[in-house]
């Protein structure tokens, strides 16, 4: 698979089309969080697509370079076990998922230290883009980010966003094992594209909002 601009642009529009489908289709405030998560993905993407085409090095480049990482370290961590919880209806499963949740703010804080005190550069490796940063035992970060993100999703007791977490899930392995060394751009990437299966939680429904 090659990615390029196109790619990022067209898995920024598809996962927005996703997203706003779910949006409307929201009957209960509790599902909103997770319904706007492809349009979060959405985002994320543009701003990589437009990191396809802007100079490097350069200051837009390192601009839209720590706006991705932001998604990355920061945002999913956290948002994703959150959305994950609101929407769940079993009690004992949300028990799980606050540990999750807490844990996935952990991961998010010492990420973004080393964002803040690290420096960053950005290139291209083959057909992906590469974002450099030295982070300390990044392996033993890994575990607990997927744990609290997709482990979230593995637990929830509905059917498609389980379906995301194993999906995702195995993204992951795929491209830590074929494209190692920009494995961030390129998880992010399928977990993007992924994201759209979050719809199908909502499908069916008829749509409270009207476009």
């Not at 230290?113 to 033993?140: Q, R």
């Not at 970060?141 to 979230?152: H, K």
Request: hydrophobic letters at 50%; glycine letters at 6%; aromatic letters at 14%.
């Amino acid at each position: 698979m090659c990615f390029s601009a196109p790619a990022s642009f067209i898995a920024s529009g598809v996962t927005a089309v996703a997203g706003i489908a779910a949006v409307v289709r929201v009957k209960k405030k509790n599902e909103l969080p997770l319904a706007i998560t492809p349009l979060l993905f959405s985002i994320q993407q543009l701003v990589e697509g437009f990191q396809w085409l802007s100079a490097k090095p350069s200051t837009i480049s390192l601009v839209l370079g720590y706006i991705f990482l932001v998604f990355a370290f920061t945002l999913w961590p956290i948002y994703i076990p959150f959305a994950v919880y609101k929407a769940e209806t079993d009690t004992k499963r949300k028990d799980v998922m606050k540990y999750l949740l807490a844990m996935g703010i952990l991961v998010s804080i010492s990420l973004i230290v080393f964002l803040i005190i690290t420096p960053l550069s950005i290139g291209t490796c083959a057909t992906s883009i590469k974002y450099d940063i030295n982070i300390i035992y990044p392996t033993w970060r890994i575990i607990p980010y997927v744990i609290a993100t997709c482990g979230s999703c593995l637990l929830s007791s509905h059917k498609y966003v389980k379906i995301f977490g194993v999906a995702t899930l195995i993204s992951l392995f795929a491209s830590w094992g074929f494209y190692s060394d920009t494995f961030g751009s390129v998880w992010c990437y399928f977990s993007a594209a992924l994201s759209a299966i979050i719809y199908m939680h909502f499908h069916g429904r008829k749509p409270t909002i009207k476009l």
